[in-house]
Nanobody
Framework: QVQLVESGGGLVQTGGSLRLSCEAS????????MGWFRQTPGKEREFVAA????????YYADSVRGRFTISRDNAKNTAYLQMNSLKPEDTAVYYC???????????????????WGQGTQVTVSS
């Protein structure tokens, strides 16, 4: 049974930082690219960041580039999203997702990901 479990969400003030974690089980973690997405009520799910199986390649949405950092620790089967300089518009439920690697480019399309976590709420107060 595949499980992706996010943690680390919470309430933070504008300009603050949070670190999200996503622990995977039931998959061969180092064969999967990992991604983070977010969603607010009434809006479509939005791509945030993705990381390659090795961790050497990353890809960010324009809205978070320079503020967020995605990484992974294959020994711990865990992906991370370090979020700095948070803004109220970053408020959302954040989801991690796993995509079986094909060796091609990292994907920003949620439909290409195989497994999803349950989400963790991030709220940035102004």
């Amino acid at each position: 049974q595949v499980q992706l479990v996010e943690s680390g969400g919470g309430l933070v003030q504008t300009g603050g930082s949070l670190r999200l974690s996503c622990e995977a089980s039931g998959i061969t973690f180092f064969l999967y690219e990992m991604g983070w997405f977010r969603q607010t009520p009434g809006k479509e799910r939005e791509f945030v960041a993705a990381v390659s199986v090795s961790g050497r390649s990353t890809y960010y949405a324009d809205s978070v580039r320079g503020r967020f950092t995605i990484s992974r620790d294959n020994a711990k089967n865990t992906a991370y999203l370090q979020m700095n300089s948070l803004k109220p518009e970053d408020t959302a439920v954040y989801y991690c997702a796993a995509r079986r690697s094909s060796g091609g480019k990292l994907s920003y399309s949620g439909s290409t990901y195989n497994y999803w976590g349950q989400g963790t709420q991030v709220t940035v107060s102004s």
